[in-house]
């Protein structure tokens, strides 16, 4: 199925479409030359987009105390993580070009608020104790809701999310690790730790998207094979993947309703505030302005590195083409 919809002789569009859904029910994978609905395409870049942008800003929260590590050895982790972020971002951005935007307009519509990221970006790191906690409540929500889309139906992102997965495990494993060696040390030490949890847990859970039924584009999302679970599911999944790693930490979870529900085989838990979810994702969360500043300025100043690299590449083809007419 390579042909593209320019290519497609009129009248062939059901055909195309037939093709694509049985491709989708088949569970095959859906390359960037095949065939695909607008709507599909349109789906993906608005979805591996807001991806790529979460992974870039998401640099920020935590890249602010690499010069402030308490240790050389923090010092390295923390870099290695937030350099693999980077890289994240760009696997995302590449598997968006394929269809066929470019990513220094997404970067723009970033940076004029034009698209979203993720929210959790949005709330400030106080203490090096978040530095763990983003790892260990940050990266565990999205390795939740990352790993199944390895299984996405659009090939380039299905693959760029192993790599980015693996890489997540080392990221929630050094937050952990933090949070541990934090309880074995002072009363001050652990009272950062309960307090930075206090904090990230409800917008972890947030993390996941609004609840089912407000959720307007997860069923057509999972009818197309991009999305594989729903955000309610998810959400569970990881309150039950999470509470008995809080228990073994000693910290507790800020929820009065948190409680193992033996009927169903899973926590039931209270409801995060949706509006809070909802002014954050409208750029009234108590970062986003900080956010977006700083990455539109990293934007501008980077502009000579861009204009050198283009440069540079103009150069290289020029000599090239002379080569070959040599
Ligand atoms: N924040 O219909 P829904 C990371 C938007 S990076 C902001 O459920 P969908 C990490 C949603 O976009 C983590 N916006 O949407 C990096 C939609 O608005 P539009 C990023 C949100 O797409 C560095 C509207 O609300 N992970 O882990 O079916 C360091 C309605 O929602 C949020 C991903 O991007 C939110 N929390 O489902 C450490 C994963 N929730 O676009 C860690 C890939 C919802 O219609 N993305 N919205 O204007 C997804 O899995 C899905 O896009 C979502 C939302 C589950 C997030």
Redesign the pocket.
């Known amino acids: 199925m390579s042909t593209t919809a320019q290519e497609a002789p009129p009248g062939a569009d059901e055909a195309l479409q037939a093709e694509f859904d049985a491709r989708i029910a088949a569970n095959q994978r859906i390359e960037p030359r095949d065939w695909m609905p607008e709507a599909y395409r349109r789906t993906l870049i608005?979805?591996i987009s807001?991806?790529a942008h979460?992974?870039i800003i998401?640099m920020q929260p935590e890249g602010d105390w690499i010069a402030t590590a308490p240790s050389l050895r923090r010092k390295a982790i923390l870099l290695a993580k937030v350099q693999d972020?980077a890289g994240h971002g760009l696997y995302l951005y590449a598997a968006a070009e394929t269809l066929g935007v470019d990513r220094g307009d997404l970067t723009e519509r970033l940076i004029e608020g034009r698209q979203?990221y993720?929210?959790?970006f949005n709330y400030p790191s106080l203490s090096y104790a978040d530095v763990g906690v983003?790892g260990w409540l940050?990266?565990g929500a999205?390795i939740c809701?990352?790993v199944p889309?390895c299984r996405t139906s659009f090939g380039p992102y299905a693959r760029a999310m192993v790599r980015i997965c693996k890489e997540e495990s080392f990221h929630q494993r050094q937050g952990y690790e933090l949070l541990m060696r934090m309880m074995e040390g002072t009363e001050g030490q652990r009272k950062m730790v309960q307090d930075a949890v206090d904090r990230w847990w409800w917008p972890s859970l947030?993390?996941?998207?609004?609840p089912d039924a407000d959720?307007?584009?997860?069923r057509q999302?999972m009818t197309w094979g991009i999305?594989i679970d729903t955000?309610d599911d998810l959400r569970q999944k990881f309150v039950d993947m999470t509470v008995p790693q809080a228990e073994k930490l000693g910290v507790t979870l800020p929820d009065p309703e948190l409680v193992w529900n033996a009927e169903r085989g899973q926590h039931d838990f209270g409801e995060p505030d949706w509006n809070e979810l909802k002014q954050v994702?409208s750029g009234a969360g108590p970062k986003n302005a900080e956010r977006v500043t700083r990455r539109r300025a990293a934007h501008e100043k980077g502009a000579w590195v861009r204009e050198a690299a283009t440069a540079y590449a103009e150069k290289q083809q020029k000599k090239s083409a002379q080569e070959a007419a040599a």
């Open positions: 608005r979805q807001q991806h979460s992974e998401g972020e979203k993720s929210s959790i983003i940050v990266d999205a809701n990352q889309l947030m993390m996941f998207g609004p959720s307007p584009n997860t999302s999305k955000n994702i």
